[in-house]
């Protein structure tokens, strides 16, 4: 019914910078936010950045000034511009989005995509 396909990781220098994409598609009839959360080996997956569907955003403070969550939903598309990496950044990125389908208007669910890696070498 939905899919999320993300795009966009890869190996990176500290300092330096990439952007994620993810474009959701199906029978989806209203996006209600969409976001990134990550998971390092080892660790918890934890929540780096949402954007609510009127454009609020919600950041983790580690990535703070670094990263920019913005979402064109014209494409239904979200974005992470990651800027500044560190090596701490190096996790799975899988973004996520919450959202009611054609079939099933009257709730809402959340979706997830399959992930891609990001890596900081030091």
């Known amino acids: 019914q939905v899919q999320l396909v993300e795009s966009g990781g890869g190996l990176v220098q500290a300092g330096g910078a990439l952007r994620l994409s993810c474009a959701a598609s199906g029978t989806i009839f209203s996006i209600k936010a969409m976001g990134w959360h990550r998971q390092a080996p080892g660790k918890q997956r934890e929540l780096v950045a949402t954007v609510i569907s009127g454009g609020s955003t919600n950041y983790a403070d580690s990535v703070k000034d670094r990263f920019t969550i913005s979402f064109d939903n014209t494409k239904n598309t979200v974005y992470l511009q990651m800027n500044s990496l560190k090596p701490e950044d190096t996790a799975a990125y899988y973004c996520?989005?919450?959202?009611?389908?054609?079939?099933?208007?009257?709730?809402?669910?959340?979706?997830w995509g399959q992930g891609t890696q990001v890596s900081v070498s030091s």
């Open positions: 996520t989005a919450v959202l009611t389908t054609v079939q099933a208007m009257g709730s809402m669910s959340r979706y």
